[in-house]
Structure formats: C-alpha cells, structure tokens
C-alpha cells in the first residue's frame, strides 16, 4: 500500500548485503515525482563516495514520492545539499528518526508566502527600508530583537485597520492546509511560534486548527500602533525554550520535530529530533536535518506515513 516501484536499472545498484543493522543510518529521497533519471544520478553521487545503498522503504502518497535508503556511511549536510542541486531531490540523512508527536512552525515564510512586518512597512510608506533589514535579519547578519525593534518603529502611527488589510492579504504555502490536516488526524500538537504579530499568529492558528501560537504584541494607543512591541521578543532563544517547554509535556518526550526558514529558526531546529528548513536561507539549509527546496509541505506528510508504519533506527 502506497509502495513506490523502481525501474530495475535502480535496483540494481543496491548492495542486498547491507543490513539494516549494519546501516550507518537512512538516506531520504523526496520530490513530487521521482524520476528515475534523478534517482540514478543520486546513486551515481553515493556511490562516489563510497556509500552503499539498500532500500530500506517506499512510500508514495500526498502527491509527493519518498525513497528511503539504508546507507553505509552518512554523508554530511553540504553533500545532501548538493544533491538535490545536482538532482533536483530533497535529500536528508537520518542516523534515526520516529515520526513526531509534536511539530513547531514559524510562520513568515513558512506557513504563510509572506514576511507580515514587511506588509505593515508598505502600509506605513517604509516598505523597501524595512524589507532590506528583514532580509539581512533572516540571514542572521543583524541581531533579531534590536532588528525587529528598529523594523516596528518605523510603524508608529499606523491606523490599526491597516492590519486588517494585510490579513486579507496572508495566503499559506503550497501544501501548508493539505498538511495541518493530515497532522491533525494523526494525532500530532502542532504549534507555530513566530517572531511576528499577534494578530496574524491567531488567524493562522485558527484557519490550520492548531494547538498553540506564541507571537510578538503591538502595542497600540487610540487606534494607533505606537512603533513599540510589548514583553519579551520571541527570538531564537524563546523558539528554542518553547520547543522544549512543549516537549516536556510529551510522553516519552518527543519526538519533536520543527519547520523554519531563517537564521531565528536554527536554535529551535537544532533542538528538535528533525529540523526541516522550508525555502530556507542557505546558512539555515546547511543545519537542518532535511531542505525542502523541491517539495512542499505535504512532503512532510508522506514522510511521517512512512516512518508511522516502519522508523528509521
């Protein structure tokens, strides 16, 4: 059910005599469609550097084709990255991985196509000043409280119906609806935890139906926003506190996996069991356990499945 066939001229680079247990780990191929030009020119790449291959699952489903393969040695984050570069899969390498009973997403450019603070610049006429830090902010060149707290002032003044129209204006990524839903049904808390506004964070939670959402607070005044945020920023350290807070609470606690695409994401990747960047700038795609440059989020689900009926240990 759901398996994936491979033309034979794949199989035939397997080496049967690699075990599971004798595996260093899994290899993950995903994409929409696994074509098998692509997957030969993978093998070809693994095989340069001395890494054989098994199979050890298939799945296919979610519109999205997963391969994954017991491997003999682990290649490192730069040479997955490259792979997908040179093949056009997403690639990650798993020492072990267990389907996740929590999830935490950033929102901005994770959940939603847009950067929420950059829209407000646009509305108070500051769109291209504050776009430019945002961007050097994700890329982790600025620090983040001091960044957001110069971005935010430029919005003192601004009519609080302006944040009406840009919720208007939010729209989720490709597969980001597809995804809550089927991690709804399985059962999984799915948390955002986002360096941007209140308002926003609730109306993405309550459109997806998830389970929390922390984000920054406006501060406003006679139907005003004041340029200031209120209580503590959520940078990288409260994501990261947040993750850990929420794995406390899980039987077992975790396995907990967690979805960014900026430098305030890495801590909070870094402590999760499975850090994915999604269309991620390219110091957070270097530190995550898997890139999605190719897939959308509901390759996240075709991956979950196929851990559900057999882990990768």
């Known amino acids: 059910m759901n398996s994936l066939t491979l033309a034979p001229e794949i199989c035939a680079q397997f080496d049967l005599s690699l075990a599971a247990e004798q595996a260093a780990g899994e290899i993950w191929l995903l994409a929409p469609t696994l074509q098998p030009e692509a997957l030969q020119r993978a093998l070809v790449q693994l095989s340069r550097q001395s890494i054989a291959t098994n199979i050890s699952a298939t799945h296919d489903s979610h519109q999205h084709q997963l391969l994954r393969l017991h491997v003999s040695l682990l290649p490192d984050s730069l040479a997955c990255r490259a792979l997908t570069e040179i093949c056009g899969i997403d690639c990650a390498a798993v020492e072990r991985a267990e389907a996740p009973k929590a999830m935490l997403f950033d929102m901005d450019?994770?959940?939603?196509?847009?950067?929420?603070?950059?829209?407000?610049?646009?509305?108070?006429?500051?769109?291209?000043?504050v776009a430019a830090i945002t961007e050097a902010a994700m890329r982790g060149e600025l620090d983040f409280n001091a960044s957001l707290q110069k971005r935010v002032a430029t919005l003192?003044?601004?009519?609080?119906?302006?944040?009406?129209?840009?919720?208007?204006?939010?729209?989720?990524?490709?597969?980001?609806?597809?995804?809550?839903?089927?991690?709804?049904?399985?059962?999984?808390?799915?948390?955002?935890?986002?360096?941007?506004?209140?308002?926003?964070?609730?109306?993405?939670?309550?459109?997806?139906?998830?389970?929390?959402?922390?984000?920054?607070?406006?501060?406003?005044?006679?139907?005003?926003?004041?340029?200031?945020?209120?209580?503590?920023?959520?940078?990288?350290?409260?994501?990261?506190?947040?993750?850990?807070?929420?794995?406390?609470?899980?039987?077992?606690?975790?396995?907990?996996?967690?979805?960014?695409?900026?430098?305030?994401?890495a801590a909070m990747l870094g402590a999760a069991d499975v850090g994915v960047a999604f269309r991620a700038k390219p110091k957070l795609r270097m530190q995550a356990t898997l890139a999605l440059d190719v897939s959308d989020m509901r390759g996240l689900a075709t991956i979950i499945e196929s851990l559900r009926q057999q882990p990768a240990r």
């Open 109 to 129: 450019s994770t959940l939603i196509t847009m950067e929420v603070i950059d829209e407000l610049a646009k509305e108070a006429g500051a769109g291209e000043a």
């Open 156 to 265: 003192k003044g601004l009519k609080l119906d302006a944040l009406e129209r840009v919720r208007q204006r939010l729209q989720f990524n490709v597969g980001v609806p597809e995804f809550a839903a089927f991690a709804r049904a399985d059962g999984i808390y799915l948390a955002l935890v986002s360096g941007g506004f209140v308002p926003f964070a609730e109306w993405v939670k309550a459109q997806l139906t998830l389970d929390y959402a922390r984000a920054n607070t406006l501060v406003s005044e006679r139907d005003e926003l004041t340029g200031q945020v209120s209580g503590d920023i959520v940078n990288a350290v409260v994501k990261r506190d947040t993750l850990q807070e929420i794995r406390g609470t899980l039987p077992g606690n975790g396995p907990v996996w967690a979805v960014g695409d900026g430098a305030n994401d």
